[in-house]
C-alpha cells in the first residue's frame, strides 16, 4: 500500500510518500519496489523503516520506505502507482498487487521582497533533521549576531577574563596567593617530605648535609608561607615575620633556638645519632607548632 501524510501544500514544502509491503513469509528477502516519480518533483533517498517479527508462526511485519518529496511548481501531481509481484506457495502461482493512484495538490508560491517571481530551492539548501525538512534562511541578517552578542553576559564575561587572569598572574608572582590558592600538595606535605630526605642524610651518615637540609627547610617554610623571597631571610628577618604574623612568643623563640643549633652543628663535628634524631623532631616540632596557629 502507499499513503500520503498530506492532501495538498504550497510550492517548496514537503511531504512524505511512504510505501509498505506487509505480511508473512520470506519479508527479509524481498526487494524494495522501484517507484518512478515526475520529473518535477525533488524526490529524496528514501527512509527505511522495517518492523519484522520471528514466531512459530512465522515470519510476520512488513518493509516500508517513506520519500521526502519537494514540489517546485504549482499543479496537481499524481503519485505513480506501485506494482509488485509475489510467489503464492499456496496457489503455486505468481501474484502481481498495483496500489491505487494517489494525488497532490500543489498551491500558492513563496516570493522574495515582494517579488512575484518564485524562488527556487536547490537540495543543498534544504536540512534534514531527523524526520522532517527545513530550509535554512538565506536573507539571514548579518549584524543580528552582533546585536545578540554585544552586552550579553558571554560578551561581559569574555571582555573581564583577560583582566583577571593578568591581575590573578601578577598577584601570584608577587606571592599574594601563595597563602590562598594551593596548586598542588600542602607546604606541610612538601616540609614533611624534605624531612623524610633529611631523615635519609642522617641513616647514611652524611651529617654536614642533614644539619644543611634541615637549615634550609625552616627558611623556605618561613619564605612560602609568610610570602617573603628566601634571599632577604636572615634569623633577625625571620622573627620579624613570625611577630607581625601573630606567632606567639614562645614558638618564635622555639623556632629561632633550633635555626642556631643546626648552623653552629653545621661546620662542628657530629654528634651522637641520638641527638642528631633531637634536631629532626624539633624542626618538625615548631613548623607543626606554626601550622597549629595559623
Known sequence: KTELDKDSIDVNDSFVFSVEVNGS??????????VEFDDALEVFDPKNSDKIKMSSRGVTGYKKEEYIIVPRNRG??????????FFNPKTKEYIVLNTNQKSIKVGGARFDNGDVTERSVNKEEISLINEDIRFIKTDYEANSFSKNFAFSVVFYILFFIPFLLILLSVLYKKG?????????????????????????????????????ELLDVLFVYVSTKFSIKKATLSIEKIKE??????????????????????????????????????????????ISKIEKSK
Open 176 to 212: 599574594y596567593l601563595n597563602n590562598y590558592v594551593s596548586f598542588g600538595p600542602s607546604l606541610f606535605q612538601l616540609v614533611h617530605k624534605r624531612l623524610i630526605f633529611a631523615k635519609k642524610l642522617l641513616e647514611k651518615g652524611d651529617y654536614q648535609q642533614f644539619h644543611s
Open 241 to 286: 615575620v613570625l611577630v607581625i604574623n601573630n606567632i606567639s612568643k614562645d614558638i618564635v623563640v622555639d623556632y629561632l633556638a633550633v635555626i642556631k643549633r643546626l648552623e653552629l652543628y653545621r661546620y662542628s663535628a657530629h654528634e651522637e645519632n641520638v641527638k642528631m634524631d633531637d634536631l629532626h623532631r624539633d624542626v618538625l616540632g615548631v
Open 76 to 85: 496537481v501531481y499524481s503519485l505513480p502507482i506501485v506494482d509488485f509481484n
Open 25 to 34: 513469509g520470506n519479508l527479509n528477502l524481498l526487494s524494495s519496489p522501484v
